[in-house]
């Protein structure tokens, strides 16, 4: 099992910035990629960005392409969301969740952050 903490979240204006963590722990090795998403109220669940472990390779859905950079600190274990330029659209809570390594999916999720962009 792998647990994951969420924080950083908050209130911005429109325009500002934010930064996201999310704290891994337990059997972190069993994870080969971590990944951000979000779900607006009435809408569903989408993809926001993702990284791995190993390479710190990194993926962005085209929304957020050029505003938003993820990152991680093996040694800790976190993953960052740096996002930047922040529209109102990007209203949202954030989940991070862990990529399982034998199956290939996102199998861990943690609680979620709230993010509110004010216009």
């Known amino acids: 099992q792998v647990q994951l903490v969420e924080s950083g979240g908050g209130l911005v204006q429109a325009g500002g910035s934010l930064r996201l963590s999310c704290v891994a722990s337990?059997?972190?090795?069993?994870?080969?990629?971590m990944g951000w998403f979000r779900q607006a109220p009435g809408k569903e669940r989408e993809f926001v960005a993702a990284t791995t472990w190993s390479t710190g390779s990194t993926y962005y859905a085209d929304s957020v392409k050029g505003r938003f950079t993820i990152s991680r600190d093996n040694a800790k274990p976190t993953v960052y969301l740096q996002m930047n330029s922040l529209k109102p659209e990007d209203t949202a809570v954030y989940y991070c969740a862990a990529k399982a390594r034998l199956t290939g999916t996102y199998a861990y999720w943690g609680q979620g952050t709230q993010v509110t962009v004010s216009s």
């Open positions: 337990g059997r972190t090795v069993s994870s080969n990629g």
